[in-house]
Structure formats: C-alpha cells, structure tokens
C-alpha cells in the first residue's frame, strides 16, 4: 500500500515555471514506476509523464515534451514534475500516481493502482 500527496500547485503566468511533488508514504516506494496525469473539469485524465522505478525509462506526452521534466528521489519517496515554458492550455488538476510494473501501456490511467488527490494548477494567459 502507498498514499501518493501532490503538493505545488498554484496559479502562474504563462511562460512561467512551477514544480509539482507528490509525496508518498510506506518503505516500497522504489518499488513503483510512477506517473503524472492532468484533468480538466468534464473531460479524461490526460497523461503527462512517466518515470520507471530507477528512472531508466521516461516517457513524456507531446504536448509537454521539452517543457517539462519527470525525476523522482527514492530516498526522499518523492516524485517531482517540473513545468516550464507553462501555457494557458496546461490548466488543470494534476494527479501523481503508483504502478506496480512498467509496462507498454504507461500512458493508460487504469495501469496505475495509487493516486494521489490532486493540485490544481492555473495559468493565466
């Protein structure tokens, strides 16, 4: 079991910057790939990124390829998404989540088994 508690959200200007973390509980955090999600009000959970247990393997949506970074400090069992280059259209509540195992379908909500209740984040054009 793991409780995943995202922390960082807030409202930013676009062209901005702003760093997400998602805190988790229990002694078996390296032992989950882990996830970042967003969702805006009325619509799917959308993938953003995904980092493996030892951070071999990063995955990253399009949209956000090249703005934003995925790294994790299994010392500290903390996953962290650092968002730059922020637009208006990166609204949203942002979710970290747990996965037992990486796998081909990273990008899928329903591979991952935690997660955590969200920080909501706003641009402002």
């Known amino acids: 079991q793991v409780q995943l508690v995202e922390s960082g959200g807030g409202l930013v200007q676009a062209g901005g910057s702003l760093r997400l973390s998602c805190a988790a509980s229990?002694?078996?955090?390296?032992?989950?790939?882990m996830g970042w999600f967003r969702q805006v009000s009325g619509k799917e959970r959308e993938f953003v990124a995904h980092?493996?247990?030892?951070?071999?393997?990063?995955y990253y949506a399009d949209s956000v390829k090249g703005r934003f970074t995925i790294s994790r400090d299994n010392a500290k069992k903390t996953v962290y998404l650092l968002m730059n280059s922020l637009k208006r259209e990166d609204t949203a509540v942002y979710y970290c989540?747990?996965?037992?195992?990486?796998?081909?379908?990273?990008?899928?909500?329903?591979?991952?088994?935690?997660w955590g209740q969200g920080t909501q984040v706003t641009i402002s054009s």
């Open positions: 229990g002694r078996t955090f390296a032992n989950y790939a």
């Open positions: 980092i493996s247990m030892s951070a071999s393997n990063i």
């Open positions: 989540a747990a996965a037992l195992s990486s796998g081909p379908y990273y990008y899928m909500a329903r591979s991952y088994t935690y």
